[in-house]
């Protein structure tokens, strides 16, 4: 007996010795992978790579995904390499997730509340073989396709209980694996979990704001316990500390009163293809915006579903009651909304049109909008057509004054006249009804989908798209048509730019009546666009995340083609104006660390009777110098040539970010440019700058993870700018005075702080 545990001690001793000989493949350095005898330093270089993509792997038989190992050198290697979970703390994936939120936010332009819900994914994440096809569609970069693979797999081969499992799932994209690897597990959670009750508080600082120097103070709370969730949302200004400027609350119950899904307060819902409603489509409203910056214009699919909205937007979300059943392959949706809404009225307390400003409070709950929708949703039954759906929704919006646009309301009759065919074919009455119908059908990785929108006694809206996923990338084609006559303020479908307005002399609030509204002694001017889509027909080619080997792909590459809705006054005649664009961007990584993107956009596009000519070229080098920090450097040289001559702009910016601790964060930028009437743009943190004339800033982010739940934040920004006074560019107001942007200079001081609390 004596003998057995002796060698048993023995063995285990020695097995030991031999197991920490091993390298751990997931947590090693370069040059730990490079002391492995039979691997050179191209192939260390090329492992260590191929782990931090795939952030980390879950087997040793994966490394064989890796060019330059082959069978014979995978059998030689496999007893000294070690597979250990990537040493992350709880601070770390705290960062993770709140950099790859910002990603989001950058790239794909998704609204605040739909943030929130990935967020949560995110930092809880699930068992993917208990998600839906509903719930797996909400994911961003996951196709149709790739969620209708993951569920016939579970369906027909059982669960997926590995990330290489769920990499042989046959017809998911390898985008699509790489984008829902992050947001899934492969087990369930412990029941005791279930019935926690956790807190989600966030609290912003704003300090002196870019157009008014006041302060604004954003408070927010999620509680949420078991199948529960209380929100609450407040905003103040330091123009008036007593008074609450927005206050929003919501609650929510899961698989309560018979019901799957039902929300009490402010909401938000989305249906199809956004023709009939989605009134999820909108951003945290830093510094009033207009609709046309803060909207997503150029979105195919969109994030369905209901949500609670504890967002700072305060134009077309809902207030009121909303549910969710599910009945076998039946979905249903039925909800009601009451709410005040902004508007300028006419001379006889008529309504103008909605109105999007929330420094004009003269112009705050106006009139009254009432909404009573509902939406059915119909899953085909068939194994080979899993995520095919026939959709129908039904949606009336009830106001208690009358709309009729006038626009002597808002010009000087002697000075203009208003020939726009979105404007003269406004929605006149009290009562807008709107049928709508879509589909889809996806089979193996080809997707068909449409959707079709009708306001009665009024306009259309049609969609019609293909997809097709490969291995290598994506192919999408879509054809679209909105007639003028579709005036649905709800309307978010897929756009060459929201609002209703641009392009014409509505959205140049410069020409409007001189109005002192609020008698302060300065004219106010209105901005009546709103966030729905311009009348619009063409269609859309897309090519996207195509990679032709490990180091260079085709990132995005597009044509649109639309034309737009004209009026001649003298024929009165409605006519089209031709309208394309085209841009690609390609990525080269010739080595680890290091990638060059080159985008460069050729683009014809009307405004007005004016064509306008644009040429512009990106070029972006992306460096991460070591694992606690980057470099980033970009130049954009664009020109554009209409009517009034050619014009042009350059700028060249740096960005550095330096990882002090697994706490402390900087990130400093610094940009300078030039340019001669064409106003260039970039994006600052979660919202895009514009930058004219001549100038530079610099830009400072300074961020303390205190610990995993307590994030604070310190934004610096001071920029310069000098305009070149130009006759030829020098528009006036009608009272004569000549409009900001062509004064002399203009300078900046920005400071925000922000704090994150979770618990």
Not at 97 to 114: A, G, S
Not at 182 to 199: G, I, M, Q
Not at 262 to 278: C, E, M, P, R, T
Not at 634 to 646: A, H, T, V
């Amino acid at each position: 007996m004596i003998k057995k545990i002796f060698l048993f001690v023995f063995l285990f001793f020695c097995f030991s010795l031999f197991a920490e000989n091993k390298v751990d493949i997931n947590n090693a350095t370069v040059e730990e992978i490079k002391k492995i005898e039979e691997i050179s330093p191209k192939l260390a270089e090329r492992i260590y790579r191929y782990i931090i993509e795939k952030c980390g792997i879950k087997s040793i038989y994966e490394i064989n995904e890796i060019e330059g190992i082959n069978a014979k050198l995978f059998n030689r290697i496999k007893d000294k390499i070690g597979v250990n979970p990537i040493k992350q703390t709880k601070i770390e994936y705290s960062q993770q997730v709140i950099r790859l939120i910002q990603e989001l936010i950058d790239e794909e332009n998704l609204p605040e509340n739909v943030i929130d819900y990935l967020e949560d994914m995110l930092l809880n994440p699930v068992n993917i073989n208990r998600l839906t096809y509903e719930e797996l569609i909400k994911i961003p970069n996951l196709s149709p396709q790739d969620a209708a693979a993951i569920i016939k797999h579970i369906r027909t081969k059982g669960e997926i209980q590995s990330f290489r499992q769920l990499r042989g799932v046959q017809n998911l994209s390898n985008y699509g694996l790489m984008t829902i690897k992050k947001y899934v597990d492969y087990f369930d959670e412990k029941e005791s979990k279930k019935d926690v009750l956790t807190f989600n508080i966030k609290q912003k600082f704003i300090t002196n704001n870019e157009y008014d120097n006041s302060y604004r103070f954003v408070n927010r709370i999620r509680v949420n316990y078991s199948d529960y969730q209380l929100g609450l949302l407040s905003e103040k200004s330091s123009v008036n500390l007593g008074e609450i400027e927005l206050f929003k609350f919501s609650v929510e119950l899961k698989n309560k009163l018979f019901l799957d899904k039902f929300i009490l307060g402010n909401y938000k819902f989305s249906q199809g293809l956004g023709l009939a409603i989605d009134s999820t489509d909108g951003r945290e409203n830093d510094f009033f915006n207009k609709p046309s910056d803060i909207y997503s214009t150029r979105q195919v699919y969109r994030i369905n579903g209901l949500f609670s909205d504890l967002t700072t937007a305060k134009e077309y979300g809902l207030y009121g009651a909303a549910i969710e059943k599910r009945i076998k392959n039946f979905i249903f949706n039925i909800y009601y909304s009451r709410d005040k809404k902004d508007g300028i009225l006419n001379s006889d307390g008529t309504v103008n049109y909605y109105y999007y400003k929330p420094d004009n409070k003269e112009y705050h709950n106006n009139f009254k909008e009432e909404i009573i929708g509902g939406y059915a949703k119909y899953y085909l039954p068939f194994e080979n057509l899993i995520g095919s759906y026939i959709g129908i929704g039904s949606l009336n919006i009830n106001y208690d004054k009358e709309f009729k646009p006038d626009w002597t309301t808002l010009f000087n009759t002697q000075q203009v006249t208003v020939t726009d065919p979105d404007y003269l074919n406004s929605f006149k009455g009290k009562e807008r009804k709107i049928q709508s119908a879509d589909f889809q059908i996806i089979y193996s990785r080809f997707g068909l989908f449409g959707e079709l929108a009708y306001l009665l006694d009024g306009g259309s809206a049609h969609n019609l798209g293909a997809r097709y996923d490969t291995n290598r990338g994506n192919l999408l084609v879509l054809w679209r048509n909105y007639n003028s006559k579709y005036d649905n303020p709800y309307s978010r479908g897929f756009a060459e730019s929201y609002g209703r307005f641009d392009g014409t002399i509505l959205s140049y609030d410069y020409k409007f009546k001189n109005i002192d509204l609020d008698g302060d002694g300065v004219n106010d001017y209105y901005y009546i666009s709103n966030a729905q889509m311009k009348s619009e027909a063409g269609y859309y080619v897309q090519a996207s995340q195509i990679r032709i080997n490990k180091r260079f792909k085709i990132t995005n590459a597009y044509y649109d083609n639309w034309d737009n809705y004209k009026y001649d006054a003298g024929t009165k005649n409605t006519y089209r104006t031709n309208n394309d664009r085209m841009q690609g961007e390609i990525e080269i990584q010739p080595f680890m660390n290091f990638a060059i993107r080159l985008k460069h956009k050729l683009q014809r596009k009307y405004r007005d009777i004016s064509e306008s000519k644009t040429n512009e070229t990106t070029i972006r080098i992306i460096n991460r110098v070591s694992r606690d920090s980057y470099l980033n450097l970009e130049s954009r040289i664009s020109k554009n040539e209409n009517r009034e001559g050619k014009i042009d702009g350059n700028y060249y910016g740096a960005d550095y970010e330096y990882k002090f601790s697994n706490r402390l964060n900087l990130k400093s930028s610094f940009y300078i440019w030039s340019s001669n009437g064409f106003q260039l743009w970039n994006i600052e943190d979660n919202s895009i700058d514009f930058m004219d004339g001549k100038g530079y800033k610099f830009l400072l982010y300074l961020t303390n993870y205190i610990n995993e739940n307590f994030q604070f934040k310190i934004t610096f920004k001071a920029k310069f700018t000098d305009y070149q006074q130009d006759t030829n560019y020098t528009y006036y107001y009608a009272d004569g005075s000549s409009i900001r942007n062509f004064a002399n200079e203009e300078n900046l001081i920005l400071l925000k702080t922000y704090l994150n609390l979770r618990f």
